[in-house]
């Protein structure tokens, strides 16, 4: 897996309360910031946008 990196909504006042992302030719991952060694959700390159575009959707809010 690639480099782990913190979203960009993790403000300066978040600390570590975010997630962080990692890519590599044939996952995402996805982990906890304040958690890192526990377990990631890992998914295939193409299915990530539509998981991030339904985590945005008014139906979750």
């Known amino acids: 897996m690639g480099n782990w990196r913190r979203s960009s909504y993790s403000g300066e006042g978040d600390g570590n309360n975010c997630v962080e992302i990692a890519t590599s030719a044939a996952h995402v991952a ?20 539509p998981f991030l575009e339904a985590l945005k959707s008014p139906a979750r809010r």
Do not use: G, M, N, Y
């Open 30 to 49: 996805v982990r906890d910031s304040k958690a890192p060694v526990r377990a990631t959700l890992t998914f295939p390159p193409e299915a990530f946008a």
